[in-house]
């Protein structure tokens, strides 16, 4: 039974590690999907704002030429084209809302989870110790009452794993 609840004290932790990367992995993916957003509508209003100003005023310098004028123009319509496929960029502030609160309600739910396990496996270790004393002192009482709360944790036991299989699927 000790052995039990060593192991099961060993894979407690390893989850909690596997849901400390995954909230840290969406937390990380948040942040780049902020920062591409960022990137994206920084370059569409630079483009927009400071190279048409200066397009406006190569055109106002360049007026007398026409090869000139005509090459502006070309430059124009390819800038414009350039802010098109970026405004077509899909947004990711409402993406990356979502992992934020998705990674939030993860640790959340990883924390009492956490902790749930912890009593479960003390509660088990405390059994198994009384048990121990119960037969080391012959005493039925203390060994049936032991016991009946083993029967119970194992009833808890299977509940939880029940649980995690349910969620995981």
């Known amino acids: 039974c000790c052995a039990a609840v060593g192991i099961g004290f060993y894979g407690n932790s390893e989850t909690n590690d596997g849901v400390y990367q995954l909230t840290y992995s969406l937390d990380d993916a948040n942040h780049t999907l902020a920062g591409i957003d960022t990137l994206v509508s920084g370059t569409s209003y630079k483009l927009k704002e400071s190279l048409d100003q200066h397009l406006l005023r190569l055109n106002?310098?360049?007026?007398?030429?026409?090869?000139?004028?005509?090459?502006?123009?070309f430059m124009q319509i390819m800038a414009n084209g350039v802010i098109n496929q970026l405004s077509t960029l899909p947004n990711w502030q409402d993406t990356s809302g979502k992992l934020s609160l998705v990674a939030r309600q993860t640790r959340v739910v990883e924390y009492y989870r956490w902790l749930s396990y912890l009593f479960l496996f003390i509660f088990d270790l405390v059994i198994c110790l009384m048990t121990c004393l119960g037969l080391a002192k012959r005493s039925k009482c203390l060994l049936i009452t032991m016991l009946s709360f083993g029967l119970i944790t194992v009833l808890l036991s299977w509940t939880s794993l029940a649980l995690d299989t349910s969620s995981a699927v």
């Open 60 to 73: 106002e310098i360049f007026a007398a030429h026409g090869d000139y004028v005509q090459t502006l123009r």
